[in-house]
């Protein structure tokens, strides 16, 4: 029976055999780990912190966010876009985000025909029409829209009071999008609503409207009591594991999936999963720049402390599996619920049971293999089509 070694200092992964020589299966390290970069690559937008919903989980919403309501005017956008364009370029990307944008439509439209680098647009889908869903489409901007699932139970911390009308016009609207060519993922908060039936949804949302690039992302805390605040972890990582075997057999791109198994086979290191203050720069409405809206509400806060806290920079986790896989989590979550390691308490075990699971799972499909060439053929054909987004052309 074959055996996978991982080294999670190095990410070097190896298959060994009692019935031919071992080899390492994924690229070999051209990297230093433990470094992060600290380059600006990405400015994140807030076109306008208005929303036409009023989700039970949101987190600007729930946590007292400065300059609720505001959009961001056409002036300052120009502003803004100058600066990214003159010191960024098409090297960098640019995320509008809320709110809901869709809100600020005529500002948006500005940024997506000015900007030179990559567009990603976050949305409810509630406004999106042909319209709208042509020019972002002519400007090939990445869309992220939002669903909780296909039913009342789903989607009712989002819709309500009229659950079911905002889902019949935001999944007909994501389907348009989708139909149309668009770059299109979805974006799903998994809660106590939506745990026990994550299959089923990732099913409908790639066989009925077409998406074949799905998050399902555990909810953010909120200053403000919510359920979403006693999240059930445990839960959301045995559902984590589910989705894997779903993404072999459908193709369908999992976010909480492939960019682990990516770094994993291309021997790269996940060293934070947030760029707020590290490689991305954030604006408010009136364009002052910060790091993250969320923690200007914290009076005091020590963003270096988090910096300090990252897997790749702590001792504490030096000898996890998923030292260089893990990322970190949220800083505001690991402020409001910090763990013996600083982060967010939820992450540790997740990632410690998912790494370990991916690599059971690598081993498990290579068990029988007898040559390199076989195993990277098997590697090519299940994880590869997985790893990265697919963009339904």
């Not at 009692?18 to 080899?23: E, R």
């Not at 760029?275 to 002052?288: C, N, R, V």
């Amino acid at each position: 029976m074959n055996k996978i070694i991982f080294n999670p200092k190095t990410l070097e992964m190896k298959l060994e055999s009692d019935n031919f020589k071992s080899f390492i299966i994924n690229k070999k390290q051209k990297h230093e780990l433990n470094k992060p970069r600290m380059t600006v690559d990405r400015y994140r937008l807030e076109t306008t912190l208005a929303c036409d919903l009023s989700c039970r989980y949101c987190v600007v919403h729930m946590n007292n966010v400065s300059q609720c309501g505001n959009l961001m005017s056409l002036d300052t956008a120009k502003k803004i876009i100058t600066k990214f364009n003159n010191n960024i370029g098409n090297k960098g990307s640019v995320v509008l985000i809320g709110g809901e944008p869709l809100l600020n439509w005529e500002v948006i439209k500005y940024i997506i025909s000015a900007c030179v680098g990559k567009i990603i647009l976050f949305t409810n889908a509630l406004k999106l029409n042909e319209e709208k869903i042509s020019l972002l489409k002519k400007y090939d901007v990445m869309i992220i829209a939002s669903l909780d699932g296909f039913s009342y139970k789903h989607n009712k911390n989002r819709f309500h009071p009229n659950v079911m009308d905002g889902y019949n016009v935001v999944s007909n609207n994501i389907k348009l999008a989708a139909d149309s060519g668009c770059k299109i993922a979805l974006s799903c908060v998994v809660n106590r609503d939506n745990v026990n039936d994550i299959i089923n949804i990732a099913r409908h949302f790639a066989d009925n409207l077409g998406i074949k690039n799905i998050s399902f992302a555990y909810p953010h805390f909120a200053t403000e009591e919510t359920e979403t605040n006693h999240f059930d972890m445990k839960e959301y990582t045995k559902i984590i594991k589910g989705l894997l075997q779903f993404s072999k057999e459908s193709g369908v791109y999992i976010d909480q999936i492939g960019p682990k198994l990516k770094s994993i086979f291309q021997n790269a290191p996940i060293e934070y999963s947030c760029k707020a203050g590290i490689s991305q720069e954030t604006f408010y409405p009136d364009g002052k720049e910060t790091i993250c809206t969320k923690l200007d509400t914290i009076k005091g806060y020590d963003f270096n402390k988090f910096l300090r806290a990252l897997p790749v920079n702590n001792k504490k986790c030096a000898n996890c599996v998923a030292v260089n896989l893990c990322g970190g989590g949220c800083p505001w979550d690991a402020h409001i619920s910090p763990g013996r390691n600083s982060l967010d308490k939820r992450i540790c075990l997740h990632n410690r049971k998912i790494i370990k699971f991916l690599i059971d799972d690598i081993e498990h499909e290579l068990k029988l293999v007898k040559t390199k060439k076989e195993a990277l053929s098997i590697i090519e054909k299940i994880y590869i089509p997985i790893i990265s987004p697919i963009w339904k052309k």
